[in-house]
Nanobody
Framework: VQLQASGGGLVQAGGSLRLSCAASGSSRSISNINTIGWYRQAPGKQRELVAVITSGVTNYVDSVKGRFTISRDNAKNTVYLQMNSLKPEDTAVYYC???????????WGRGTLVTVSS
């Protein structure tokens, strides 16, 4: 499966951005996506989970709860991350990630940079 992320950019603190991740590949690979979502890596820090969907259940890192919303459009094979009330500490490269059944092999898209200015 291939993952194409888009939607990053520069925004002022308090602003909003929406990231998109389009999955492509064989119908079998798409149907085997068990978990899909977003990770981020800020300069000098480890990559961390931001938000993921597993069988319709969402999971968020505490720091984005109430501000970010992840959603999935199965018809478009796309997952979105709506980011509101952005803070400078949200600045990072955001990566789309999918884990496929049966072995939960991980696939990564190219990152998209989100920069939040104070």
């Amino acid at each position: 499966v291939q993952l194409q992320a888009s939607g990053g950019g520069l925004v002022q603190a308090g602003g909003s951005l929406r990231l998109s991740c389009a999955a492509s590949g064989s119908s079998r690979s798409i149907s085997n996506i068990n978990t899909i979502g977003w990770y981020r890596q800020a300069p000098g820090k480890q990559r961390e989970l931001v938000a993921v969907i597993t069988s319709g259940v969402t999971n968020y890192v505490d720091s984005v709860k109430g501000r970010f919303t992840i959603s999935r459009d199965n018809a478009k094979n796309t997952v979105y991350l709506q980011m509101n009330s952005l803070k400078p500490e949200d600045t990072a490269v955001y990566y789309c990630n999918a884990k496929l059944l049966p072995l939960l092999n991980a696939y990564w898209g190219r990152g998209t940079l989100v920069t939040v200015s104070s």
